[in-house]
């Protein structure tokens, strides 16, 4: 099931998404997140960027990043989009269920 996208202005409305896609994103980074602050935020936005144009690095973000509303903003959608991707998973019965063990 394909989930609404999450909205946030940043340079212009964007749309975010939490998801195998941003997962992957988020894994290929080389310095990954560790701790909570500004670059965790910029990582995680980044990642669940649909349409990334503009945003070649989540250290390209960083100006959307600058004041409190602006982080406040850019956390909610983080959680709101998180959210939406566990209550999904949650509706679909688990549909990441563990295989069955082998009987011998």
């Keep these: 099931m394909l989930l609404t996208p999450v909205k946030l202005t940043l340079d212009r409305p964007r749309e975010l998404r939490w ?22 935020i910029a990582a995680l936005l980044w990642a669940m960027l649909l349409d990334d144009e503009g945003f ?15 982080i406040k903003a850019a956390g909610d959608a983080i959680l709101a989009a998180q959210q939406q991707a ?17 009987s011998s």
Excluded: C, I, W
């Excluded at 998973?89 to 549909?95: I, M, Q, V």
């Design 56 to 70: 070649p690095l989540p250290e390209d973000l960083g100006d959307y990043l600058q004041t409190v509303e602006q």
């Design 86 to 102: 566990e209550d999904s998973e949650k509706n679909a019965g688990g549909s990441t269920q563990k295989p069955a063990p082998a």
């Design 19 to 40: 998801g195998p896609r941003a997962r992957v994103r988020l894994d290929s980074l080389p310095r990954r997140p560790q701790r909570r602050g500004q670059y965790q």
